[in-house]
């Protein structure tokens, strides 16, 4: 598993990538075009994300539901964008039971379409109003350049639907969901994230308004990690989801969607591993601390293991994710190396003399070598360990801001944003026309990622076509 | 919701079935050809069953991962009777991304081929065994007859995949699964079962041996409620699963498959519920109590709803999953009606009479009527309702297993059995030759359902051709 080392992020982040996704165990290549296994270790940090996402939603008056995986391919063509944007992605079930079909069903790509439709059955007056809805599962966009986690032909997710009575009520929940996903990223991944506005060639196919969450990975490109859209009547006009208001006036109801997928997991990669591995924040990492027991011979082994084993049990029985890692057929260095591989978040370390003299040795895996080395006391262990993950959980957060910010220039100069775009994020007076952002796409190869909701109070000047400009967007290549 | 009366289930149990499902909010059809969607109420009754099963799983050292939807066609002919039993049920994407796909692949029916390919991949050695690794999804299989719950193209299901090193180390992980499954029937969802072996002709295509738990519908027909098979080394062969064992000899690994899918909702729908609706076992249910205030005015709604939002507060603090139907625009009679239809197990009445008496009424949902109606002190409501919950799961068990044992009959001449499967169920001894199996499925639409591993401990003769046969089998029409 660990025996050659990573290429560094420096030589070739890519490769440091697609090798570090399957080395660590998070998952493999699929022998579907486009596809991914995601494996035992990085289904469980799945679980750990949508646990903490799903209590959120419910907390905020949300419920599941289930709506097929196939789509009458007549349902895309009700919304004219919609079937733009997802038509050329489409996988398509042309036979079933050995039979060709009357009409072609797709694998879905994204669900609007089949919920507008029950919708329209479900809605009849303001009192079935809101209809908060989350479908957690996998959707399949028939992508031509495949990476694990972050662009796969088939990906998990969950998208919420929902429709509201008003304008006002749709947008209050698109802004309700971003900052659940800030929260989510902040407080769980440990991803400094910025909110604001999509322009109009970003948005989603058939919205009116795309919000968005953007995190600077490690090569400094930007990744899109969320995104929370409203659509008005889009969607309630082509699906026909209308109701009688209180005024007992037949009126369309208000949508919006929203989704994080398991492309979070290729930020948490890219944002916090290092040149050994993967960095697990904490709160998510499905195995939070190791015990690796030291020995060399049997007793040793049994005047380890004694420790080891009740230290073990001391961390577990206080609710910490752990793992004893007593394999007899490889090294300690080996361990070591496996579990930095795996981004474990703490290493707990028993060797004879730890033994003898109430000790244990701890290695956060934010700081390599000896930086993160510590021999601690095994009375109040459980405290000291709580307390280091929690230190290297805020530590993450840290040290992910301060790179991101250290990375993000203001210009207001169209040479500087080519030259900063190269390796960094540009922060510019922008136009909001879509002539000057094709211009910045062709020339610098960077796309606007989105207009912060927190603008400056002063106004500005496009930063391509010189003309006044009353807000600020982030320029940057992206993922 | 619950305007019109449900067709009895004397006058129609399909019919009754059929509404059921539908106007308890568990479910509606889709717009996809034999497709359903289940709606959040049943959504949330699957979260329910769900999470105990995945608990369960977790203690036994199983982990979760993510298979793609897709598999290439080409995998289902590696395993002779496998293709045998799927190819004809099978949806197929002939397309991707505009392009006409070099090989087909089917939405997943079951996910063995795609598996094995990856143990394949995954195991080397003995010390990579056991894999105990579980699915959790939805799987297409092309019904043509199609039934809510019971019978739909797409269904939701989790699917467990092992491999061992031993025949014997299988065949407890077979048994092991069935025991959960049989303790889940038996604990959560308050349905007896019989556990035991299928027949040749019953068994999973491609496995070796398959067991079952069986349980008789309110109709007295079976339901299939879980398998799990064992499979000796058919896919190990078939998809190159193999280790080097202890002393170094390459060999092939031993697995197993198994599965509750979503038809156990359909299973307690038709064990448990009554003319006026579902009835849910407690344990399970998403809204274990409802509380439902009366009032004719103003004055009244202030002083009940004071007591009725008390009441609310203190249930959903001692951790009951409760309701409050506060609407105002249905009687309490239409609440009523509509709580039933839902199955709710436990409702609360509070009354102006109630607030000045410190009382309220309770009506379980399994005793309709007068004989499952109490009054009872508001004073330690808490604990009563606790109480109530426990003892209406016992009283559904206890009633589903009295229903069951009165109508399993014990029959030794050929002709009783054609006429106890028109109405129950037959237990009797059979040569397990597939002649005389196909004999009783031709002349009495019976299907063998399980060999119990519990057996007699003396002999008799097989019911139809009077050869000497050591054990006994369940007959029964099923679904």
């Not at 058939?206 to 409203?230: C, F, P, V």
């Amino acid at each position: 598993m660990a025996e050659d080392k990573l290429p560094t992020r420096a030589e070739d982040f890519s490769e440091w990538y697609n090798q570090l996704v399957v080395r660590s165990d998070m998952a493999d290549y699929a022998p579907v075009r486009g596809c991914m296994v995601v494996k035992p270790y990085g289904w469980a940090l799945w679980e750990n994300i949508t646990s903490w996402l799903d209590a959120e939603f419910k907390k905020t008056g949300h419920v599941n539901a289930a709506f097929p995986t196939l789509i009458p391919m007549s349902f895309f063509e009700k919304e004219k964008e919609h079937v733009e944007g997802f038509a050329p992605e489409l996988a398509v079930v042309t036979h079933g039971g050995g039979q060709e079909l009357e009409e072609k069903l797709a694998v879905r790509p994204t669900s609007e379409t089949i919920i507008g439709h029950m919708y329209s059955k479900w809605v009849k007056s303001w009192r079935d109003l809101p209809l908060l809805i989350v479908q957690w599962g996998s959707v399949m966009r028939w992508e031509l350049r495949t990476k694990l986690f972050l662009r796969t032909a088939e990906f998990y997710w969950h998208e919420g639907h929902t429709a509201h009575v008003s304008e006002e009520e749709a947008k209050e929940e698109m802004y309700r969901i971003l900052d659940i996903y800030e929260r989510f990223c902040l407080e769980e991944a440990a991803i400094p994230v910025l909110k604001g506005t999509k322009s109009e060639t970003e948005r989603f196919a058939g919205a009116q308004i795309t919000t968005s969450i953007e995190a600077m990975m490690w090569d400094k490109r930007a990744l899109q990690s969320g995104t929370s859209h409203y659509f008005g009547d889009n969607f309630a006009k082509a699906f026909e989801i209308q109701f009688l208001n209180k005024d007992n006036k037949l009126t369309f109801a208000q949508t919006t969607s929203w989704a994080i997928s398991s492309r979070i997991i290729g930020a948490m990669i890219m944002v916090h591993g290092d040149d050994n591995g993967l960095v697990l924040p904490p709160r998510l990492a499905p195995i939070q601390a190791v015990v690796v027991p030291i020995f060399k011979n049997d007793a040793e082994k049994e005047k380890v293991m004694e420790v080891a084993d009740r230290i073990f049990s001391e961390l577990k029985a206080a609710g910490i994710r752990i793992k004893m890692d007593d394999r007899d057929n490889v090294s300690s260095g080996f361990k070591f190396n496996d579990w930095e591989m795996r981004g474990v978040p703490v290493r707990v370390e028993i060797g004879p003399k730890d033994v003898e003299k109430g000790s244990v040795a701890l290695a956060r895996r934010d700081k390599p070598g000896k930086e993160g080395k510590s021999f601690v006391s095994q009375d109040g262990l459980t405290d000291t360990v709580k307390n280091l993950l929690t230190d290297v959980q805020a530590s993450l957060l840290k040290r992910a801001t301060e790179y991101r910010d250290a990375n993000i220039h203001n210009v207001d100069n169209y040479e500087d944003l080519k030259n900063v775009v190269k390796d960094g994020w540009g922060f510019a007076y922008w136009c909001e026309s879509n002539e000057c952002e094709k211009k910045v796409k062709e020339e610098a190869k960077a796309t606007t990622r989105n207009i912060p909701f927190n603008q400056p109070e002063t106004e500005g000047t496009c930063i391509v076509c010189g003309k006044p400009s009353k807000r600020k967007v982030y320029f940057a290549k992206a993922y």
